[in-house]
């Protein structure tokens, strides 16, 4: 086993001629570059197969319909193009609390699309995201619908208020672009699946 403990960029050196250097670091998954003479035999096959099958796979598209409230463009952005990433294609979003209740005003007595996933912003100008949370938890005919709650705050007292208020997950917004594309993927991936076994 090789163990390394570099930072990105550095390189250690093995015996003569071989140089390992850390090119990307992941929470789960490191790479590396690997500089060698061409007579010293590298296999790559393994890692090829992974990566053109990664690469010409193709996520089927999902009939979920989801409702990003959100107000800040460049989270909304995010969540947009991970849900379209993961094949969905039918995204409403609204960037007020007042416009999220019209929708689904229309959406409890059948005049639009009911959504399947609702991911809620709590800071929202003009209505918050409590109000519309305690709005859909307390119209029967909206209840039904998973919320998100995506909140920046990680305060204990928020997280337990929406839960009480009938939130089904609280998700904070981690400061970090890749981190937060993480969880924006497993809220994803877990309603989706949730979704095709009630369906």
Known sequence: MLVI????????????????KVLK?????????????????????????????????????SDLRVLVVEDTPVHALLIERVLTKRGIKNIVRTTSGEDAMRLLNLAATAQVPRPDLILLD?????VSGDKVLEQI?????????????????DSD??????????ANAF???????EDFRRSVIKITDFWSQAARLVG
């Open 137 to 153: 938890k307390g119209t029967p005919a909206l209840r039904s619908i998973p919320v998100v709650v995506l909140s920046a705050s």
């Open 25 to 61: 670091l992941g929470q789960r998954r490191v790479t590396l570059g690997i500089e060698a003479p061409s007579d010293v035999a590298v296999r790559r096959d393994e890692v090829l197969e992974q990566h053109t099958a990664a690469a010409t796979q193709v996520t089927p598209e």
């Open 122 to 126: 709590l800071q929202l100008p003009g």
């Open 5 to 20: 403990s570099r930072s990105v960029d550095e390189a250690i050196r093995i015996a003569d001629t071989v140089r390992v």
């Open 157 to 166: 007292t928020d997280v337990q208020r929406c839960l009480d208020a009938g």
């Open 171 to 177: 998700i904070s917004k981690a400061d970090n672009y």
